[in-house]
């Protein structure tokens, strides 16, 4: 069965520290990951793929197959990257059902 | 503006009532789901429709029933409420051959006394 786990339930760090936000996925097929973030009281939000391989906001994520991890990174936190961040797997039915991990809160502190 | 819309944001309601909300996108997409997140924030899909037609239908009792009169509606039923469904529903919706993206409406906080 598709699990996504995110161990840290809340990471605290200050601003200017690098961040990591840990996400470890069990699919056996070829997975396609993602980052969403809620920001206080706003709606979830698309952070990143992996398929794209982008940055956005600072963030970046690799996917490593060996060790089953899509680890969230940035090298300087912000305060407005205080958040919600949740990863999520999206399984191969092909009707993109997405299954969420348990999130991580991030608190950056000035 | 362009984007997924829910109503009502609150939903304060007693044990045992039947309730309703909805949500609306936009967006053009084909493909709309409900999710539950509850208090320790997981965030659990329930049940999902392409173009009206039911495809994803999670272990969800059957008090809860969705409902979609067309491709961008997508409503949420739920009869006989208890207290274990106070909870946030977010509705969300893509394009089924879109990539995967999911665009999520604001959210509906449901407390049930």
């Known amino acids: 069965a598709q699990r996504v786990t995110q161990p840290e339930k809340l990471l605290s760090v200050f601003k200017g520290a690098p961040v990591e936000l840990k996400c470890n996925y069990s699919y056996s097929g070829s997975p396609e990951l993602f980052w969403y973030v809620q920001y206080s009281r706003q709606r979830l939000q698309l952070l990143l793929r992996?398929?794209s391989r982008e940055s956005i906001k600072g963030f970046t994520a690799d996917l490593n197959k060996g060790e089953t991890s899509f680890h969230l990174k940035k090298p300087f936190a912000q305060e407005e990257d205080s958040a919600m961040y949740y990863c999520?797997?999206?399984?191969?039915?092909?009707?993109?059902?997405?299954?969420f991990g348990t999130g991580t809160r991030l608190l950056v502190s000035p | 503006d362009t984007a997924v819309s829910q109503t009502p944001k609150y939903l304060v309601t007693q044990m045992g009532n039947d309730k309703s909300i909805k949500c609306e996108q936009n967006?053009?997409?084909?493909?709309m789901y409900w999710y539950k997140q509850d208090s320790k924030k997981f965030l659990k899909i329930m049940f999902s429709?392409?173009?009206?037609?039911?495809?994803i239908n999670e272990t969800v009792p059957n008090r809860f029933s969705p409902k979609s009169p067309d491709k961008a509606h997508l409503n949420l039923h739920i009869n006989s409420l208890e207290l274990g469904d106070s909870a946030v529903y977010f509705c969300?919706?893509?394009?089924?051959?879109?990539?995967?993206?999911?665009?999520f409406g604001p959210g509906t906080r449901l407390t049930v006394l």
């Open positions: 969300a919706s893509s394009q089924l051959a879109g990539g995967g993206t999911q665009y």
């Open positions: 992996h398929i």
């Open positions: 999520a797997l999206k399984d191969g039915t092909g009707f993109q059902k997405l299954v």
């Open positions: 429709y392409n173009n009206k037609e039911l495809i």
């Open positions: 967006l053009g997409h084909d493909t």
